[in-house]
C-alpha cells in the first residue's frame, strides 16, 4: 500500500533541516507572543503551539481551546511565521482552518485509534494543508502507517511523519523510548515521506534535546518538531522538556549535517568490508546449524528434550559478558543469542519429529 505525495514544501534555511518551534501549550496571549517574536528573531520560519492538549490524567492544563487561536493568527501576521497546532477531533480541523492555521498534526494520543483518526481523515477531505502523524504511543509500526494511510486517503498529500519516542515499560534515560528502528522501517516502506523528530517528547529533558537532535540528523531526518518556550520553568505543561528560543538556535547552529547522497569511495570500500565480515557470519552460523542438528540427532538416541534450561541460561550468561568485553551491549548480545536459540531450536524439532 503507497501513499500519494506531493513534497511538504516547508520553509527552512539551506544549512538547516525545517525546525517547527514554538511552546507545549499556547498559555497566554503574551507568553505566545514573546515567544514567538523571540524564535522569529532567531530566523525561525515555524511556530507550534498547542491550542487543545490531550492530558495523559484529568486535572492538568487541557489548553485554551478557540481563545487561543486568534494568539496563533497574531504570530502569523506578526512575525510572518507559519503557524502549527496539534488537532484531535473534526470540530479542531474546522476551528483550525478557520483560523488560518498553516500545518496540523495529529498527537501520539491519537494515531492510536483508528476510529478517532478517520473521523479527522473525513475532516480533512479536500483540504490542501501539510498533516503530520505523530507515532502512536505504543511501539506498533503498522497502526502508524494505518494512520498515515486513512488521512492520505483522504486527500492530503502533503504529509509527512514525527517521530516521537515511544512508551516502554523498561525506560531509563528517555520519556519515550526513540526505538529508532521503527522510523528507519517506516522510511524503508515509505520512501518518499517526510520524517521529522520530536526530540522535546522523546527526551523529557532540556539535556537530551541536542543530542536528540543531533541523532535524528544523522539520521537522515528531514526536519525538527521541537519545544521552546520563553520561560521554561514556568511552563503550563512539559516545563522540564523546553528550551529558551535562544538555546534552541544554539542548539540547531551547531548542528552536524551530513551529506547522504555523496557515497565517497572509503565508504565504498568500509561496505565492502562489512559484506564479506556478513558472508563470514552467515557462513559461521550455518556451520553452528549444523552441528546443532547433529545435537539433535544424539537427544533423539537418548531420548532427552530439545530445551535443556540450564544449557540455555549458561549461554546466555556467558555471551553476555563475552559481549560487555568487547564493546557490545549484553542486551543486545542476548537478544542475538535469543534469536539463534530460537531457530536452533526449531531446526532441532524438525529431526527430533522426523
Ligand atoms: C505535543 O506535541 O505537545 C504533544 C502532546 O505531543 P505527543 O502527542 O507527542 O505526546
Ligand atoms: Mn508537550
Known sequence: MELDLLPLNLPSDLKRPFVIA????????????TTAHQLAEKG????????WKPRTKPGGFEGNGIK???????????TGMLVATEVAKPEHVELALEYGIDIL????RTTVNPFAVQELAD?????????LV?????????LWIGALLRINRAGVRRLGAIHRGFTSIDQRIYRNTPMWHIPIELHRR??????????????????LIAPLCQQAMDMGFDGLLVESHCNPDAAWSDASQQVLPDVLDFIIDRLVIRNNAEMTESLASLRKQIDEMDTQLMDLLTKRMRVSREIAIYKREHNM????????NEILDKRGAQGSLCGMSPDFVRRVYEAIHEESVRQQMEIINK
Open 134 to 142: 505523530k507515532n502512536p504511543v505504543s511501539p506498533d509500526l503498522e
Open 44 to 51: 525561525c520560519h515555524m511556530f507550534r503551539a498547542g491550542v
Open 68 to 78: 487561543a487561536l486568534p494568539w496563533l493568527k497574531r504570530v502569523k501576521e506578526e
Open 22 to 33: 514554538g511552546p507545549c501549550s499556547a498559555e497566554t496571549e503574551e507568553q505566545v507572543m
Open 105 to 108: 498534526w495529529i498527537g501520539a
Open 123 to 131: 475532516s480533512l477531505k479536500g483540504v490542501d494543508v501539510p498533516v
Open 190 to 207: 515509505m520512501p518518499g515521506l517526510p520524517i521529522v523528530c520530536d526530540p522535546s517528547h522523546m527526551g523529557g529533558r532540556r539535556d
Open 305 to 312: 528434550a530439545v530445551v535443556q534450561a540450564t544449557r540455555y
